[in-house]
């Protein structure tokens, strides 16, 4: 949960006298002249230096994105048209590969001297229907992001130190965020009963849950704190805890929704290991254990050594169609073997009938870890094509022996959470899960931000919470995210 700061870049003045270029057909040749990743890189080195502007990121391609493109964190889409505009460039109309570069942010397409640039807006919250409105990048308003990790501050410093940070680092993009933040401040300050006005609100109603989530970590304990308390937002590897008070340390992580992995609580598993005393518990923990960052290779090592420790029916169909395998590197030669090298539809419909057997492997009538373009693919009655994201035949054109390394071992991590959580040892993990997570000497924050600006602060001691096991990641990305516990009551 601690995240490293976003360095602000130098500011630069944009030509504010040029207009917008209005967007034209991009030019296409029979073979599109992308921009380089060098090409990137200068424009990456002009974007960085525009006021608002808080990270830039030039990327060679990579996953299923098809092509080099620029991620820019801090402006809106008029801003970046206007900004690419001083460069020499054109706003075009983005064409499929373009679009590749992201399912989950707006891809926008720029020409200068014949090379076709793409451009990703990393920022939550966009209106469709306001380019003027920027929204905010992931993290940007934890104390880290607000570049605030490490400091003792009384409540009184609290206030100030915040809103200097969100008048430097978010008013020069977004005036209204910027206010809206800051009158927060003050309402969290005051015991949060006070209504933003409702030029505030209305703005910030895209931003709301990204808001509660990451500035939550400022305004709850504005909330709890007298005035003469001081809180430390800790720096470095302190992921369970957001923020440490004389009275509590507090977790404002909902522990809802994706989860916390075991990287967190490695230090209360080694607690728990050493108080187990028989047989059947020690075997059941040794599968959560390969999750413990000792444990050793990378998550998608990990998810298939629980998952053979487990011996689930996913693993062990995997194990019968492809062959032996106890780590991912063993899983994508084993698929060496097969005739699908060349990334075609075809071969994909062949790869997902091959490997049936492990989707339906604990009940014939569930498809788990199936991708969702899957049942189009394999012409499954009543299904219909999909939209193209990531996941699913796009990975798998790509790269088709990654593609379907990768989707296996989804479909085992998706096996081990049903094993765990509905199969008939379910109860018992559940209460290891918590007598685990129970330890830890912290209490669970949540605020909410009410429609009208107004806050609510709920807190549970963590002795008073259940958890239970969670895994959640894209099929084409498994070991995107490490296995962990969610909060359940």
Known sequence: MRFNEINQPENEPIDQEQPEKAPVPAQQPDKPNYASKKDGDLVKSFLEKIPGVRKVESSNPYQTKLLPHIRVWGLSPAALKQSMSSFGASNTTPDSKQLTSSTSFPTYSFEKEGKIYSVVIGMKGVKSDDESFAGISGKELTPAGLEMSG????????????????????????????????????????????????????????????????????????????????????????????????????????????????????????????????????????????????????????????????????????????????????????MKQFPWKEGSKEEYAEFLKTSLGVFTAASPNTFVGLPADGKFYLKMQGAKERKEKAAGYPSFRVNPLK?????????????????????????????????????????????????????????????????????????HIPGNNLPGFIAIN
């Not at 085992?412 to 049903?418: F, K, P, W, Y």
């Open 151 to 334: 400091q003792i501050l009384n409540k009184e410093q609290l206030i100030k130190a915040t809103k200097q940070s969100v008048e430097r680092l978010i008013k020069p993009r977004d005036p209204l965020l910027s206010g809206a933040l800051s009158a927060l401040v003050d309402s969290a300050a005051s015991g949060g009963k006070s209504p933003l006005p409702e030029e505030y609100s209305n703005h910030i109603q895209n931003l709301i849950g990204e808001i509660s989530k990451d500035f939550g970590e400022i305004l709850a304990p504005l909330m709890i704190m007298d005035e003469n308390d001081k809180v430390e937002f800790p720096s470095g590897a302190n992921p369970l805890i957001d923020v440490k008070l004389p009275k509590m340390n507090l977790s404002v992580k909902a522990l809802t929704g994706s989860g916390t992995s075991f990287k967190a609580i490695s230090n209360l598993m080694d607690k728990y290991e050493e108080s187990i005393t028989d047989d059947d518990s020690k075997k059941r923990y040794s599968i959560l254990k390969s999750f413990h960052p000792s444990a050793g290779g990378n998550n998608k090592d990990k998810i298939i050594r629980a998952c053979a420790s487990a011996g689930i029916p996913e693993y062990n169909a995997a194990v019968e169609i492809f062959g032996n395998f106890k780590k991912w590197d063993d899983l994508e030669n084993l």
């Open 403 to 475: 593609a379907a390394a990768d989707i296996i071992t989804y479909s085992l991590g998706a096996g081990l959470l049903n094993y765990i959580r509905k199969g008939p040892d379910s109860e018992v993990y559940k209460k290891m899960m918590t007598d685990i997570v129970n330890k830890a000497d912290a209490v669970l924050g949540h605020i909410t931000i009410n429609r009208d600006g107004t806050l609510n602060l709920k807190t549970r001691p963590f002795s008073e919470v259940e958890f239970e096991f969670q895994y959640h990641a894209p099929s």
